[in-house]
């Protein structure tokens, strides 16, 4: 029998999963409202809790060296909002304008495509691999979104389909977010929660990534072969393309920009060793972002999407509404009893209730329900708790592929497409992509067996 302030976590909690697919509110207003719900109703008056609203903020995290410096000896259990993830994606994204403004991301596009001479085979499969690659660093939303604008773009000048290109980006950012720590919010939630490393991620969901890109790229080859056999591209069409160097607003800018972009990979690949946590690595390719655009700062700050960040915040708050009133652990002891204490089982079914939820709802707001659940099952059956949280990441990573709405990638990508009148109805985008997911998630479910084994 729930007692009353699960009830109402649970209330709350599902009444916010509704308005957030619905789409009829805006997101971050949700999340938002459901968190103040959940600390006034659940904390203040069912539980009468001050601790436990305290717990959810996690303002204090500011002040603790382990906000700023990881320390295996000071390693605790995140819980609350998430500052780290947050701080993160905010640095992330001001890093990512600056790299916008200076052409850097229509440059790399422009030049790939010279290098493979606007073939469609070569260039699709160019442009699945690019996509792959970026997202392990940068949100795949970014990735996507000015992927496929360029995609359209070289579309419409040579006088292709851009449709099976942009479906295949979009699949191979998810994958490719699913490769690293800090490619996918999902993964940027679990890391810091649970406190693994870049290096953690790459050597394990990054090996099964890499495993599922040969595949999907065979896959994607295989689904639109015929078709991309038919696209011509005449000398005059490729005459008329402008060249990469042209699209490059500023040299200084566009190199200050790359260098940045490579001291951030630098940073991440090395926190392991340098013991900095990413919450500082993002207010560091901030501040150096900033500094390096001098009297634009004001400007790109403002170009922050801070509603994702405002989504964030409310989210983790009403989560740990959940986590407070022992809701996730009801729902651990559940997958428990159904794998009968099984771990190959349990690892299907963490991942493919990962991929098939993602597929149909918000994949970001699952992964953080998700986390304590994993944690608590590790606890109750013994189970190394890494195991779980890959599966948890690439069956949320990589079901999000699956339907148009299961990722924000996914919406991006599609939009692009839909405004420059390419419509991709859902029939369309499934009927590739639900093979695709299917596909990679069998992959990825044999090859953490043989981990767990």
Not at 261 to 275: D, I, P, S
Not at 352 to 362: N, T
Request: aromatic share 10%; proline share 3%; glycine share 6%.
């Amino acid at each position: 029998m729930l007692s009353l302030e699960q009830i109402l976590a649970l209330l709350i909690f599902i009444v916010m999963f509704v308005l957030i697919i619905s789409e009829k509110i805006e997101r971050h207003v949700v999340t938002l409202s459901a968190a103040a719900l959940t600390i006034v109703f659940v904390f203040g008056l069912c539980m009468h809790d001050r601790g436990a609203i305290l717990r959810a903020l996690n303002v204090t995290h500011f002040a603790e060296r382990s906000f700023w410096i990881a320390s295996e000896a000071e390693s605790t259990v995140s819980t609350g909002i998430n500052w780290e993830t947050i701080i993160f994606i905010a640095g992330m994204m001001i890093m990512v304008e600056g790299m916008g403004r200076a052409g850097f991301f229509k440059w790399l596009c422009m030049r790939i495509a010279a290098l493979v001479k606007y073939r469609p085979i070569p260039l699709m499969i160019s442009f699945m691999l690019m996509s792959f690659v970026l997202a392990m660093f940068i949100d795949s939303i970014t990735v996507i979104l000015f992927l496929a604008a360029v995609t359209v773009e070289l579309a419409q000048l040579l006088k292709l389909d851009p449709i099976p290109m942009i479906l295949s980006e979009i699949f191979c950012a998810n994958l490719g977010g699913s490769a690293t720590m800090c490619g996918d919010p999902p993964n940027i939630i679990i890391g810091t929660s649970l406190h693994y490393t870049f290096l953690d991620f790459i050597t394990h969901t990054g090996v099964i990534a890499l495993v599922g890109l040969v595949a999907v790229v065979a896959y994607f080859m295989l689904v639109y072969h015929k078709e991309l056999m038919q696209e011509k591209v005449t000398e005059e069409d490729i005459q008329a393309m402008p060249s990469p160097q042209s699209v490059v607003r500023s040299q200084r800018d566009f190199w200050i920009s790359t260098v940045i972009f490579l001291f951030a990979v630098v940073l991440l690949v090395t926190h392991a060793h340098t013991h900095l946590t990413v919450g500082c690595i993002g207010i560091i390719i901030a501040v150096i972002t900033l500094f390096s655009v001098g009297k634009d700062a004001r400007k790109l700050l403002q170009e922050v999407d801070y509603r994702t960040l405002l989504f964030f915040t409310g989210l983790f708050v009403v989560v740990s509404g959940l986590e407070e009133t022992g809701v996730l652990n009801l729902l651990a002891d559940f997958i428990q009893d159904v794998s009968g204490g099984r771990r190959l089982l349990m690892i299907a079914i963490i991942l493919w209730v990962s991929a098939i939820a993602s597929a149909i709802i918000d994949n970001i707001p699952f992964a953080a329900t998700m986390i304590p659940v994993i944690r608590a099952l590790s606890v109750s059956s013994g189970m190394d708790l890494s195991i779980l949280a890959w599966a948890l990441a690439l069956g949320t990573d990589i079901g999000g592929s699956a339907t148009p709405i299961g990722a924000s990638a996914n919406v991006v990508g599609t939009s692009v497409a839909i405004k420059n009148g390419y419509p991709i109805t859902w029939g369309k985008y499934c009927r590739t992509s639900i093979p695709a997911s299917i596909l990679v998630i069998f992959i990825a479910m044999l090859m953490l067996f043989f981990v767990a084994l």
